[in-house]
């Protein structure tokens, strides 16, 4: 089944620091790549695609994302963290002419201080 | 631009009864999802409309239905509630290209006594 994983359910960072929020994918052909964020009691909110091209993708906030086809990865990451970031992050892929979006479990970043 | 607008964001039913939620697009969206998330689930795809059709589907029971009027306003219903179908039920809206983010409404967050 076409899916995308995150392996990590909680990641913690220091204010400052680069953070990265792990995603790999397991879809066929051209695989359609996103980033969400989601706040506390909010809906999700876009933050990056990917869909062809330049493999490094820059979205919303600072944060960017590296289509990675050999690793079948497509990592966030952001060079510099704010408490602010913290919040819950999804991947999730979408079925090509379907807008069936299939989104990850998801993983909490907390920024501290 | 108005957002996606949920309605109603938060209410409380009992075993049994049935619920029906609201969902209005952004302007010149036609494609709405609709998504449950739940603490131990996830996001899951619960199903998708496009000009009044149902393009989609994911795993849920007849239970669960939804409709999608000409304004592209849509609304899905839940039958015969359980415990287990409390849960914040997002929608998302998209112009329905295939590779276009989407737009998500804040919620509707659903208790089930």
């Known amino acids: 089944a076409q899916s995308v994983a995150q392996p990590e359910d909680q990641v913690n960072v220091a204010e400052g620091n680069p953070l990265t929020v792990k995603c790999t994918y397991s879809v066929s052909g051209n695989p359609y790549l996103f980033w969400y964020v989601q706040y506390p009691n909010r809906g999700l909110q876009f933050l990056l695609k990917y869909i062809t091209g330049d493999n490094l993708v820059k979205g919303s906030y600072g944060f960017e994302a590296e289509f990675n086809k050999s690793q079948t990865s497509f990592h966030l990451k952001k060079p510099s963290a704010l408490v602010s970031d913290s919040a819950l992050y999804f991947c999730?892929?979408?079925?090509?002419?379907?807008?069936?979006?299939?989104f990850g479990a998801g993983t909490r970043l907390t920024v501290k201080p | 631009k108005a957002g996606v607008t949920q309605t109603p964001r938060y209410l409380i039913k009992t075993r049994g009864q049935q619920v029906t939620l609201s969902c209005s697009p952004i302007?010149?969206?036609?494609?709405v999802s609709w998504y449950q998330q739940t603490p131990g689930q996830g996001l899951q795809f619960l199903f998708e409309y496009f000009s009044e059709t149902q393009r989609n589907k994911g795993n849920f029971p007849g239970r669960f239905s939804g409709r999608q009027f000409s304004n592209s306003r849509s609304e899905m219903n839940v039958s015969t509630l359980e415990l287990g179908d409390s849960a914040l039920y997002l929608c998302a809206s998209t112009r329905g290209s295939g590779t276009g983010e989407l737009f998500f409404g804040e919620g509707s967050r659903l208790t089930v006594l």
């Open positions: 302007s010149g969206h036609r494609s």
């Open positions: 999730a892929h979408l079925a090509y002419n379907n807008n069936d979006m299939r």
